[in-house]
């Protein structure tokens, strides 16, 4: 991990890989426009660590001037430093707003109006990208008796009339899905800032659990993940006819998520709509991988129940009061699953998995194409026939640990031909080995629309001066 923050007796007491990855993955969006150098480094030389307080006083300075810098450049015409201005902004206010969980709940309205100041950031850069940019609403009828319909919010990317593909081709389509405290204005810089150049439309949103959903509607996380990605393909469908001039190609809709949201699009994938996938170091069982992270002398008297869930929530409260990362972790995971309690959360975890004997999976799929559904599967993966990008993170394998994800869901996409699913596991972390890719994502995009572009036959030739254009091959990829 890159050592922004090292362990130091008279400093700190731990060694703060969190903060150093949160740090990446903010410093990893420069490429995009998403950080500036200079401003991260003045920053990180100021910030206390374990300090949930000054971490957002900071961001918050900086995303505020940032944010008036660009309200200057825009409106003295200086219109592409003013859309680096507003990103880096809606990146900084993002980062200000990031402690929400950990926060008294008379302050959280406090908090979430950053959210929105972050949002309001990302829609000013919008209006100044060469891409079309499109909010929308996508319904969703939870299908539990008598729950109430949402309206999950989301960006649509679409490429500009220069960039779609020749020979009459329609527009192919990336659905984005966040990671458990992502929003869907930080997925620009993992998909959207590469897509629409490359002739493809990308959709990002906010699911239950995620994003406002969760902050403003309150609805947690579900594991039946392949729900939410059925009314995504249900929204496209109607938006593609109301919309032709779109031009989206329903029969090239392809799926990507990083971390918890490559579980959500391995989930989503096995509806036969989902022509390729791209799963970003997923998880394969959330409870099994937590409990690789925590002490075995202190779980394993809880698992066995001969100390009951007080004993784990008064020792995480404890560790709390001393460690803002493990603050976090539960406050956040609390709130995403809807867990009342610490021990709750952890035994939550549970349901996040792809056996098929633990794990919580729906038959509602209106799709007749995957009617056979939950008939002799012992595991989820056995439904995925797409092609599928399977990533790891091994730049730190006491905290990613490959082996117990990313290897598991190759060995259970049993019904992927080998020739049709491929392995990335990197290690150095410029070439992708801290979680989700952080710090490398112009990579990580490179690898995603290279996989994809070869499973929807797209082929990209060189044009004059070195210009490329798209195109596509009928017979065999390029």
Same mark, same amino acid.
């Given at each position: 991990?890159?050592?922004?923050?090292?362990?130091?007796?008279?400093?700190?007491?731990?060694?703060?890989?969190?903060?150093?990855?949160?740090?990446?993955?903010?410093?990893?969006?420069?490429?995009?426009?998403?950080?500036?150098?200079?401003?991260?480094? *003045?920053?990180?030389?100021?910030?206390?660590?374990?300090?949930?307080?000054?971490?957002?006083?900071?961001?918050?300075?900086?995303?505020?001037?940032?944010?008036?810098?660009?309200?200057?450049?825009?409106?003295?015409?200086?219109?592409?430093?003013?859309?680096?201005?507003?990103?880096?902004?809606?990146?900084?206010?993002?980062?200000?707003?990031?402690?929400?969980?950990?926060?008294?709940?008379?302050?959280?309205?406090?908090?979430?109006?950053?959210?929105?100041?972050?949002?309001?950031?990302? *829609?000013?850069?919008?209006?100044?990208?060469?891409?079309?940019?499109?909010?929308?609403?996508? $319904?969703?009828?939870?299908?539990?008796?008598?729950?109430?319909?949402?309206?999950?919010?989301?960006?649509?990317?679409?490429?500009?009339?220069?960039?779609?593909?020749?020979?009459?081709?329609?527009?192919?389509?990336?659905?984005?899905?966040?990671?458990?405290?992502?929003?869907?204005?930080?997925?620009?810089?993992?998909?959207?800032?590469?897509?629409?150049?490359?002739?493809?439309?990308?959709?990002?949103?906010?699911?239950?659990?995620?994003?406002?959903?969760?902050?403003?509607?309150?609805?947690?996380?579900? $594991?039946?993940?392949?729900?939410?990605?059925?009314?995504?393909?249900?929204?496209?469908?109607?938006?593609?006819?109301?919309?032709? *001039?779109?031009?989206?190609?329903?029969?090239?809709?392809?799926?990507?998520?990083?971390?918890?949201?490559?579980?959500?699009?391995?989930?989503?994938?096995?509806?036969?709509?989902?022509?390729?996938?791209?799963?970003?170091?997923?998880?394969?069982?959330?409870?099994?991988?937590?409990?690789?992270?925590? $002490?075995?002398?202190?779980?394993?008297?809880?698992?066995?129940?001969?100390?009951?869930?007080?004993? @784990?929530?008064?020792?995480?409260?404890?560790?709390?009061?001393?460690?803002?990362?493990?603050?976090?972790?539960?406050?956040?995971?609390?709130?995403?699953?809807?867990?009342?309690?610490?021990?709750?959360?952890?035994?939550?975890?549970?349901?996040?998995?792809?056996?098929?004997?633990?794990?919580?999976?729906?038959?509602?799929?209106?799709?007749?194409?995957?009617?056979?559904?939950?008939?002799?599967?012992?595991?989820?993966? *056995?439904?995925?026939?797409?092609?599928?990008?399977?990533?790891?993170?091994?730049?730190?394998?006491?905290?990613?640990?490959?082996?117990?994800?990313?290897?598991?869901?190759?060995?259970?996409? @049993?019904?992927?031909?080998?020739?049709?699913?491929?392995?990335?596991?990197?290690?150095?972390?410029?070439?992708?080995?801290?979680?989700?890719?952080?710090?490398?994502?112009?990579?990580?995009?490179?690898?995603?629309?290279?996989?994809?572009?070869?499973?929807?036959?797209?082929?990209? @030739?060189?044009?004059?001066?070195?210009?490329?254009?798209?195109?596509?091959?009928?017979?065999?990829?390029?």
């Amino acid at each position: 991990m890159y050592p922004f923050f090292t362990y130091s007796p008279n400093r700190h007491y731990f060694e703060y890989k969190w903060y150093n990855l949160e740090l990446l993955r903010l410093l990893g969006a420069a490429p995009y426009g998403g950080c500036d150098a200079a401003e991260f480094l *003045e920053l990180v030389a100021s910030l206390i660590p374990n300090d949930a307080d000054d971490w957002h006083r900071k961001f918050l300075a900086l995303a505020e001037r940032t944010q008036t810098w660009g309200d200057e450049m825009q409106k003295n015409g200086h219109l592409s430093t003013a859309k680096g201005a507003f990103l880096r902004a809606s990146n900084y206010f993002r980062c200000a707003q990031y402690m929400f969980p950990i926060m008294p709940a008379k302050d959280q309205p406090y908090f979430l109006s950053l959210y929105h100041r972050s949002i309001s950031s990302f *829609e000013q850069a919008t209006k100044l990208m060469e891409h079309d940019v499109r909010r929308v609403r996508i $319904p969703f009828q939870p299908p539990e008796y008598r729950a109430a319909p949402l309206q999950l919010p989301g960006w649509l990317h679409l490429p500009a009339q220069s960039r779609r593909l020749q020979g009459g081709r329609g527009t192919p389509i990336l659905i984005c899905i966040g990671g458990a405290d992502s929003t869907q204005e930080e997925l620009y810089f993992l998909s959207a800032a590469e897509g629409p150049g490359l002739g493809y439309a990308v959709l990002t949103f906010d699911g239950p659990g995620q994003g406002l959903v969760l902050r403003e509607d309150g609805v947690p996380l579900r $594991p039946d993940g392949e729900v939410v990605v059925e009314a995504v393909l249900d929204f496209l469908a109607s938006y593609a006819q109301e919309h032709p *001039e779109a031009n989206l190609d329903l029969d090239a809709i392809t799926i990507t998520g990083q971390s918890l949201g490559g579980y959500l699009a391995l989930r989503g994938a096995a509806d036969s709509r989902i022509k390729a996938c791209v799963a970003i170091d997923p998880i394969y069982d959330f409870y099994d991988l937590a409990m690789s992270r925590m $002490p075995k002398w202190f779980m394993w008297p809880w698992e066995r129940n001969y100390m009951g869930d007080g004993f @784990v929530d008064y020792a995480v409260v404890e560790h709390a009061k001393l460690d803002v990362a493990t603050k976090y972790t539960f406050a956040q995971g609390g709130q995403m699953f809807g867990s009342s309690n610490p021990a709750q959360m952890i035994r939550d975890m549970k349901q996040y998995t792809f056996r098929l004997d633990k794990t919580i999976t729906s038959n509602s799929s209106s799709n007749s194409n995957d009617s056979n559904r939950g008939r002799g599967n012992r595991d989820y993966l *056995e439904w995925v026939r797409c092609p599928v990008l399977v990533t790891g993170a091994a730049g730190d394998p006491k905290l990613f640990l490959p082996e117990m994800s990313t290897s598991a869901i190759m060995r259970n996409l @049993v019904n992927v031909p080998d020739g049709q699913k491929e392995l990335w596991i990197p290690k150095a972390w410029s070439e992708g080995g801290a979680q989700a890719k952080s710090g490398a994502w112009p990579l990580l995009q490179y690898r995603t629309f290279k996989f994809l572009d070869e499973k929807l036959a797209i082929a990209r @030739v060189a044009g004059q001066n070195g210009v490329y254009e798209n195109g596509f091959v009928t017979n065999g990829y390029h």
